[in-house]
């Protein structure tokens, strides 16, 4: 993603320049720049966010920050709370000790039912199930 993010800046200055040319203002072509940037990093996070599962870890993918837990600290999943919800709107990652991580991933909208990312955390918790089977606690 770094090698992406990187090409798509330097392809991102470009547009910006094309001020500098006609324009001389150097002011236009930092505020372009800076805003396809932007624009840019938004994209490629919400491309990033996900919550991936592997035998004995979940890692959970925001656009800011990644954070990767065993299974044996996982406690469950939960549907994504109702649109609206100013925080932790998508799936729900519950660990033992009460922390909460939430992932993009599913988020609610105004036109969702209350069945958007049900099916998925009971996939999920299946599978955190059989994870369980397999951990010698």
Known sequence: M???LFVAVIGLVGPGAEFEVYDDALTATVFVSVLLTATAVAVCGVYWAAILVEPG???VRRALWTHRVPASEVDRFEPPRTYG???QTGLRVVLRDGR???GTAFNKGPIDSDSVGRAEAAELNAWLAMQGAFVVR
Request: aromatic letters at 16%; proline letters at 0%.
């Open 57 to 59: 870890w979940v890692t």
């Open 100 to 102: 909460v991580l939430s």
């Open 2 to 4: 770094a090698l992406t």
């Open 85 to 87: 919800s100013f925080r």
